[in-house]
């Protein structure tokens, strides 16, 4: 099946630092990437939608200045954590999608980023 | 927001025993995921459903996508130690840009 990078796995950072997450689409191009916040024990929670060479689409209740975010390629997308707090500390996944060029679209998502604000 | 309902939300179950776990919504779905996720990773993708009525295998694994196709059932048969994990299901509406995921079904097999 198709792979999805994320890097870093996992990353511990000061408050007020920011933190720069990479999500790479491996095997295919992507038309579209999503990012997600995971807390334990729930489900995924989408935070935003991006497509390459455009302005990301945030989810209600998600800060835009606080999540940065961009798709420099239809190979990757970046999510930035900028002047990080211990609240942000989650797991985040993102996840590409791709398909067959018909309506058969599918979601493939990287291995999550465990983020650690101290 | 769509909403998607997903059953049972755990489920504790002997080695060998067959599993069954649907999503229903109020909303018409064009397609179904079902994704496994295990402990500190991200899910991965099980099974695709694209039309109404299809039954797709993975293995021991059965989806259907429902005449409805306002929902979608997985089952596991025979399950075994390592199909334990949170199972999620997803629905993406007709032309729209994104998938619904459900609440998930954690799922735990005694040896």
């Known amino acids: 099946g198709a792979v999805v990078s994320q890097h870093p796995s996992r990353v511990i950072c000061k408050s007020g630092t920011s933190v720069k997450i990479e999500c790479r689409s491996l095997d295919f191009q992507a038309t579209t990437m999503f990012w997600y916040r995971q807390f334990p024990k729930q489900s995924l929670m989408l935070m935003a939608t991006?497509?390459?060479?455009?302005?990301?689409?945030?989810e209600q209740g998600v800060e835009k200045d606080k999540f940065l975010i961009n798709h420099a390629s239809l190979t990757l997308s970046t999510l930035t954590v900028t002047s990080a707090h211990p609240e942000d500390s989650s797991f985040y996944i993102c996840?590409?999608?791709?398909?067959?060029?018909?309506?058969?679209?599918?979601?493939?998502f990287g291995p999550g980023t465990r983020l650690l604000v101290l | 927001g769509q909403q998607l309902n997903q059953s049972p939300q755990s489920m504790f179950i002997q080695e060998g025993e067959d599993v069954s776990m649907n999503c229903t919504s109020s909303?018409?779905?064009?397609?179904w995921l079902w994704y496994k996720q295990d402990p500190g990773e991200g899910p991965v993708l099980l099974i695709a459903?694209?039309?109404?009525?299809e039954l797709t295998s993975n293995g021991r694994l059965t989806a259907q996508f429902g005449i409805t196709r306002k929902d979608s059932f997985l089952n596991i048969s025979a399950s075994i130690p390592s199909d334990v994990g949170i199972y999620f299901c997803?629905?993406?509406?007709?032309?729209?840009?994104?998938?619904?995921f459900g609440s998930g079904t954690k799922l735990n097999v005694k040896p």
């Open positions: 909303s018409i779905f064009n397609t």
């Open positions: 996840s590409a999608r791709g398909g067959l060029g018909n309506s058969q679209e599918t979601q493939y």
């Open positions: 997803a629905g993406m509406l007709y032309n729209f840009n994104k998938f619904y």
């Open positions: 991006s497509n390459e060479g455009s302005k990301a689409t945030y």
């Open positions: 459903l694209y039309k109404a009525g």
